[in-house]
């Protein structure tokens, strides 16, 4: 029996020649150029629609809680400490949840019996940004026991931008006067 010889034998060596390892490198470099910007990109969209979803999960919470336990309940603009609400429309640091039954709407009063804090939503990371879109200075929502929105019959609305927003990249929130929420995609 015959054994098939090598083809390294022919070649008289085996591997790369030079100039096919920088065909590779240059091939490789490119594919690199072009793919490591797309992630990124994707990782940033994949980060708004993740903070979407949660803004759109907090709201869902206030407005069942409100029906559920009979009282109002409101969302707001957290303040940096994540204890109290902060107005002026940036919701930047993040927003709370929270029974509103008890003194100012849209405040979280502390006393017996005092408004509780029913959960904490934290800061958005480095460079996304949550604002208050309509009205500007929107820094709280209050749902009444029946989860409508307790004042206006206006829609309020958030926007949600992430770092280097082109195109249609931004989300924005909509709270209609009868508690409905959506989300939609819009421009930066």
């Known amino acids: 029996m015959q054994r098939a010889r090598s083809t390294c034998a022919v070649r008289k060596a085996c591997g790369f020649t030079l100039l096919e390892l920088m065909a590779g490198i240059a091939v490789l470099g490119i594919l690199l150029g072009i793919g490591i910007p797309s992630f990124r990109d994707l990782l940033a969209n994949s980060r708004l629609t993740s903070m ?19 009282i109002p309940v409101s969302i707001c603009a957290s303040n940096a400490a994540r204890d109290g609400c902060v107005a002026g429309g940036s919701w930047n640091s993040g927003w709370l949840v929270f029974t509103d039954d008890v003194g100012t709407a849209g405040v979280i009063n502390a006393g017996v019996p005092g408004d509780e804090l ?6 958005p990371e480095t460079g996304f940004a949550v604002t208050a879109t309509t ?17 206006g019959a206006v829609t309020r609305q958030i926007k949600l931008t992430r770092p280097a927003c082109t195109g249609t990249k931004a989300r924005q929130i909509s709270i209609a006067n009868t508690g409905r929420v959506s989300s939609a995609k819009i421009a930066c």
């Open 135 to 151: 009205p500007t200075t929107l820094s709280y929502v209050r749902f009444q026991r029946n989860g409508a929105p307790d004042t």
């Open 118 to 123: 029913l959960q904490i939503f934290t800061a």
């Open 52 to 70: 979407s979803n949660e803004m759109v999960t907090a709201i869902s919470i206030a407005r069942s809680e409100a029906r559920k336990r009979g």
